[in-house]
């Protein structure tokens, strides 16, 4: 029996769908690990099918072609290492989310997931199975246990293999980012190999999907915790490792060690990841967006350079007569600072043309928020034009603290395919632009240097509507509104907490009010990046009427 056990794990983007294609990326990946001498090429969770698939998964048809790719997939990878993929596996009435192993020409094992998950943005419980506690799986002569990610969250089923005498683990992963999200993992790991005296290898996916963002990250531990690898976030690697037989058992030889960045930098890195997965994947390949020289479009137009160039990326600037010079020349400097096209598209016209147009149905009211919103849903329609005519996606702009209360306008500033900065609030915003001004890696498309002007940065916002218009003319101030929307939407925490953290009880109801009456727009809004455990859409899922509220 050997004393050595080598493993290419595969640290790729699978495309939710896009079956023949990530059978391909997988055969790939076997074709290095073969040249490599590995004894198992290993890919995360559901990576035949992309992950989440959500409701694709219970289509009878998708399960069945996914099954023969993986059988396919199995006789191209016949003559060399055993392949490791997850996938569907339907069972009679049953469908399992589960990790095969193909060796020799055919399908060697499955592991059946035993924990489903069903909170934040899982339902797994309502599309797949649970099966009995199951044990390892012989892969030349060696017992590996492979608990598929949530699997190892709990002891159980890691103290079942170890029990039926497995050696090591293998944990696929399909586990989306939030904000320091890895060091969650890493206890949960630890804690198992604590438990159970045995090296685990985590392997997760990386790419964007939808809201959602796999960050990678995958890591070897050896017994007691300690780290011999770590690979990087938020990139595709296939790395391969040695585990060693001891006296003492196996071991992971050390290898490969990343330090992972700020968590500044990982949210970025997820909204330019994201975005441009999202547009590669939906099959755009420009994309334009309104830019009004205030900060949450400069940073949305400094994501999508680094995304996709800003050969791809059209900028517009639609100014009415409540445009200031100071945002005229901020506008057009992000835009030539960046290098992305730049139009100008004055609204007046278009807009007396409306105002005349309602003038006779309007008579005999005084002008309001109406006629704000005119400007706003005319921009809309202008961007949307040009998105139809041109190909490119419009991205929106709003950031979660103006998505949370609704200061934004349906069918107008709201338009758009995809929103970057949706999970991350303004004050944040903000210091992410700073962040960006003074950092640049090789995976940034964009130029280096002070791209959003310091301008940009220190003015009051305003979305320009009105003379003299200030967004505090209609919301506390960001730091307030934000802390206290931390409370209410990121803990769940009531009117009590609020004041107990020193608002306001007339600001938080206020801000409470604004974000329960505002939920039939975020239904209606478009997808964005999720940075948080609480990022609307799949992680908070609340009813568009509603009269209930806390009042302390």
């Not at 001498?37 to 995360?44: E, N």
Request: proline residues 6%; hydrophobic residues 40%.
């Amino acid at each position: 029996m050997s004393d050595r056990f080598r493993l290419t794990l595969a640290q790729l983007n699978p495309t939710v769908g896009d079956l023949a294609g990530n059978a391909d990326r997988a055969h790939q990946a076997w074709l290095e690990g073969k040249e490599a001498g590995a004894d198992l090429v290993a890919l995360p969770e559901m990576f035949i099918t992309g992950y989440q698939c959500q409701d694709l998964i219970v289509k009878p048809a998708f399960v069945a072609a996914a099954v023969e790719a993986i059988n396919d997939l199995a006789t191209r990878c016949a003559d060399g290492p055993a392949l490791a993929i997850g996938g569907p596996c339907p069972e009679g009435t049953k469908l399992h989310n589960s990790y095969y192993v193909l060796q020799g020409g055919k399908i060697s094992a499955v592991t059946h997931k035993y924990y489903l998950p069903n909170y934040n943005v899982f339902d797994e419980v309502r599309v797949f199975s649970r099966d009995a506690l199951q044990g390892p799986v012989s892969v030349n002569g060696v017992r590996i246990g492979m608990p598929i990610c949530e699997d190892a969250w709990y002891p159980d089923v890691v103290e079942a293999m170890e029990e039926s005498g497995a050696e090591f683990f293998l944990v696929p992963n399909g586990s989306p980012y939030y904000r320091d999200k890895f060091e969650t993992r890493l206890n949960k790991m630890v804690a198992r190999v604590v438990e159970s005296g045995l090296p685990l290898i985590y392997l997760n996916m990386v790419g964007g999907q939808d809201d959602q963002v796999f960050d990678g990250g995958s890591f070897v531990l050896n017994p007691h915790g300690a780290p011999a690898v770590q690979l990087p976030v938020f990139e595709e690697v296939i790395s391969t490792i040695d585990m060693l037989r001891t006296d003492d058992g196996w071991r992971a030889q050390d290898g490969a060690f990343t330090q992972h960045p700020t968590s500044m930098e990982q949210d970025y890195h997820a909204m330019v990841l994201s975005l441009r997965d999202y547009l590669r994947k939906t099959g755009f390949k420009k994309v334009l967006l309104g830019l009004s020289g205030g900060i949450d479009s400069a940073i949305v137009a400094t994501i999508a350079t680094d995304a996709i160039g800003a050969d791809n990326v059209r900028c517009v600037m639609l100014p009415s007569e409540y445009t200031s010079q100071g945002s005229l020349d901020d506008a057009k400097a992000v835009a030539e600072n960046l290098g992305c096209r730049y139009d100008f598209v004055p609204i007046a016209e278009g807009r007396g043309a409306i105002t005349n147009t309602l003038a006779p149905l309007f008579e005999g009211t005084s002008p309001d928020l109406t006629e704000e919103n005119i400007q706003s849903r005319l921009r809309g329609l202008l961007l949307m034009a040009l998105s139809n005519k041109f190909g490119e996606m419009l991205l929106t702009t709003g950031n979660k603290s103006e998505v949370a209360v609704g200061y934004a306008t349906i069918y107008g500033d709201m338009n758009g395919g995809y929103n970057p900065i949706k999970d991350m609030y303004k004050t944040r915003v903000f210091d992410c632009c700073r962040w960006r001004n003074n950092t640049h890696r090789d995976w940034m498309l964009g130029p280096k240097g002070e791209v959003i002007p310091v301008s940009v940065i220190d003015k009051p916002p305003s979305a320009e509507l009105r003379e003299d218009q200030k967004d505090s003319d209609s919301l506390p101030d960001y730091p307030v509104l934000d802390g206290i929307l931390e409370i209410l939407v990121d803990l769940d925490g009531s009117i009590a907490d609020c004041v107990a953290a020193g608002f306001p009880e007339a600001d938080a109801k206020r801000v409470q009010h604004l974000l329960y009456i505002s939920e039939y727009k975020r239904f209606q809004s478009a997808p964005g990046t999720r940075l948080s455990k609480k990022a609307f859409w799949l992680d908070r899922r609340y009813p568009i009427a509603n009269r209930w509220r806390d009042n302390g």
